[in-house]
Each structure stands twice: as C-alpha cells, then as structure tokens.
C-alpha cells in the first residue's frame, strides 16, 4: 500500500512536470502574427495559451497599430466584453472541454452584420449609435461555437467603397500610402495587419 501511494504520487509529479514542459514550449513556439485557428487550438490544449489572453493580445495589437502607429483604421470597435466572454469561455473548456474548432477563437465582423450588444453602423455616422434589437444569424451561430465576437470592422459607408464615415479611410497595412478597396476593406485590412485569426 505504501509503496503503491509513493508510485502513484510518482506518477502524478511525472504528469505534471510533463504537462507543464509541454505548455513552455508551446508557448515559445507559439506566434501571434500568422496564427491559425488550429495553432491558436494547439496552443489552448498544451495549457500555453488562454482566449482571455489571446483577446488581450489582439486587443494590444489593435491599439499599437489600428488606433496608433500607422492607423490602419480598419476596427471600429472594439467588443468591451471581449475580456470576459474569453474567460467565461476558458473557464468552460477546462469544465467540460472545447465546443469545437471556434472555441475561443477571436472573430471581427463587418460592420454591417447585426450585434445586439455593440452598434452596427453599415460604415455610416448616421447610425453610429444604432444598435439592433438581435444578433444577426452568423452572430449566433458564431457565439453558439464558442468564438469571441472581438469587435466590428470598418466597411466603406452603406457598402460603397472603402471610406467610411464612422473613422474615416482604412489604409493598406502592407503599404500605408495606399488605400484598400471594396466594402470589407475593414476585415480583409484587419486580418493582414494580424488583429484576428478570423473575420467575416
């Protein structure tokens, strides 16, 4: 009986100084520009990684370079209960494990796909403050699978072009003196400059 106690607090030690090697590598080997879902997934599963700091990241790279430094202007918004829905998601997936693939996975969505908790503006000051009654069928769906809604991106105003008139001009982030082109110039800028692994 003794000796089966030592073996098995032997076993647990080995366990979790395992467990706790695997998380240090992955999270030296772990990059934010660039992730994909199914590193961002990896990286949660060897403990290396949380959705909470994941938004935080996100969220910091958004302020260094969408709203400082170049200001690319492709977010406008930034979901202010990013933090918490990451957490409450964290705190589910070590309950009762992932959801899916999306399971704390930052999305942004174009600013024309209805959010009940933040305005949707289709790009326009006109309905800078509008905010609807129900979360739009991709939102729901979204959420259901466990991503975080991290914000909305800019869009050209009404769907036309890429100026908006919410923030103004979203800027290539590969070339700052160019301009990006088309409705979605928001989401297509934002995951180029590596503020989300995901938008619609």
Same mark, same amino acid.
């Given at each position: 009986?003794?000796?089966?106690?030592?073996?098995?607090?032997?076993?647990?030690?080995?366990?979790?100084?395992?467990?706790?090697?695997? *998380?240090?590598? !992955? +999270? %030296?080997?772990?990059? &934010?520009?660039?992730?994909? #879902? $199914?590193?961002?997934?990896? =990286?949660?599963?060897?403990? *290396?990684?949380? !959705? +909470? %700091?994941?938004?935080? &990241?996100?969220?910091?790279? #958004? $302020?260094?370079?969408?709203? =400082?430094?170049?200001?690319?202007?492709?977010?406008?918004?930034?979901?202010?209960?990013?933090?918490?829905?990451?957490? $409450?998601?964290?705190?589910?997936?070590?309950?009762?494990?992932?959801?899916?693939?999306?399971?704390?996975?930052?999305?942004?969505?174009?600013?024309?796909?209805?959010?009940?908790?933040?305005?949707?503006?289709?790009?326009?000051?006109?309905?800078?403050?509008?905010?609807?009654?129900?979360?739009?069928?991709?939102?729901?769906?979204?959420?259901?699978?466990?991503?975080?809604?991290?914000?909305?991106?800019?869009?050209?105003?009404?769907?036309?072009?890429?100026?908006?008139?919410?923030?103004?001009?979203?800027?290539?982030?590969?070339?700052?003196?160019?301009?990006?082109?088309?409705?979605?110039?928001?989401?297509?800028?934002?995951?180029?400059?590596?503020?989300?692994?995901?938008?619609?």
């Amino acid at each position: 009986m003794h000796y089966a106690a030592i073996l098995g607090g032997a076993s647990l030690l080995l366990f979790s100084v395992s467990a706790t090697s695997m *998380a240090i590598a !992955a +999270e %030296k080997t772990f990059k &934010l520009e660039e992730a994909t #879902i $199914a590193d961002i997934q990896e =990286a949660m599963s060897a403990g *290396a990684l949380t !959705a +909470e %700091k994941l938004v935080e &990241l996100y969220v910091d790279r #958004i $302020a260094a370079y969408d709203d =400082a430094g170049p200001k690319i202007n492709s977010i406008l918004k930034v979901n202010p209960r990013a933090r918490a829905e990451a957490a $409450a998601l964290d705190l589910e997936r070590k309950i009762k494990g992932p959801r899916g693939p999306l399971h704390g996975v930052p999305v942004l969505l174009k600013d024309n796909i209805d959010t009940a908790d933040m305005p949707t503006t289709n790009g326009s000051a006109v309905l800078r403050d509008a905010i609807p009654p129900d979360d739009a069928v991709i939102t729901k769906a979204l959420r259901k699978a466990g991503a975080v809604i991290l914000g909305k991106a800019a869009m050209g105003e009404f769907a036309g072009g890429s100026y908006n008139s919410v923030r103004g001009q979203t800027i290539n982030p590969y070339n700052v003196k160019r301009n990006t082109g088309g409705s979605s110039s928001g989401s297509g800028a934002a995951i180029s400059a590596n503020f989300a692994v995901l938008a619609i």
